[in-house]
T-cell receptor, first 114, second 114 residues
Framework: KAGVTQTPRYLIKTRGQQVTLSCSPI?????VSWYQQTPGQGLQFLFE???????NKGNFPGRFSGRQFSNSRSEMNVSTLELGDSALYLC?????????????FGNGTRLTVT | GQQLNQSPQSMFIQEGEDVSMNCTSS?????WLWYKQDPGEGPVLLIA?????ELTSNGRLTAQFGITRKDSFLNISASIPSDVGIYFC??????????????FGQGTILTVHP
């Protein structure tokens, strides 16, 4: 069974631009969460989607947004990029929403903002 | 906000030695997860714990969910060179509608000398 797939693996953008990252969850998984990983802040929760609805959102500005499609695939968008948005963006999927449903991560998209 | 303190921050050990790391939280979690991350990849789930006091093994790895629900530890026995990487603990709160939000520790960097 294929794991969580994130595209692209690497992106270089300039300040002020916007970017869209894509995530395909493990087949059959309906919950998708996004995380930002930086050396200074570690792994920080961005948002979670289940059944095309955002279920929770972390403490990030409104420039960070996401959506989920009917096939459970998800995208996240960052508008008006800032240098501090440079990070590894990780997507994780789980079979369902529930305490006994662990998250499985993809290999991430490395975003560099210049 | 919630804090997860993971220690030690780094470990340098000889091949064959046992390793122990732990996480403590300022609040109660209903789930503890342990992940390993290799350079350029996303975190890989090692062990999931769902009940206070639970002790679970996965090969040479053993993890426990603390009785107070505010801590967890991970032990690696007879370390080998491929154990090198960054180990993260993560906790999940009870209830609500969001199960994709994990709080992560800062990570333990493990180096194994052959």
């Amino acid at each position: 069974k294929a794991g969580v797939t994130q595209t692209p693996r690497y992106l270089i953008k300039t300040r002020g631009q916007q970017v869209t990252l894509s995530c395909s969850p493990i087949s059959g998984h309906r919950s998708v969460s996004w995380y930002q990983q930086t050396p200074g802040q570690g792994l920080q929760f961005l948002f979670e989607y289940f059944s095309e609805t955002q279920r929770n959102k972390g403490n990030f500005p409104g420039r960070f947004s996401g959506r989920q499609f009917s096939n459970s695939r998800s995208e996240m968008n960052v508008s008006t990029l800032e240098l501090g948005d440079s990070a590894l963006y990780l997507c994780a999927s789980s079979f369902r929403q529930g305490e006994s449903s662990p998250l499985h991560f993809g290999n991430g998209t490395r975003l560099t903002v210049t | 906000g919630q804090q997860l303190n993971q220690s030690p921050q780094s470990m340098f050990i000889q091949e064959g030695e046992d390793v122990s790391m732990n996480c403590t939280s300022s609040s109660i979690f209903n789930t503890w997860l342990w992940y390993k991350q290799d350079p350029g990849e996303g975190p890989v789930l090692l062990i999931a714990l769902y009940k206070a006091g639970e002790l679970t093994s996965n090969g040479r790895l053993t993890a426990q969910f603390g009785i107070t629900r505010k801590d967890s530890f991970l032990n690696i026995s007879a370390s080998i060179p491929s154990d090198v990487g960054i180990y993260f603990c993560a906790g999940r709160n009870a209830g609500g509608t969001s199960y994709g939000k994990l709080t992560f520790g800062q990570g333990t960097i493990l180096t194994v000398h052959p």
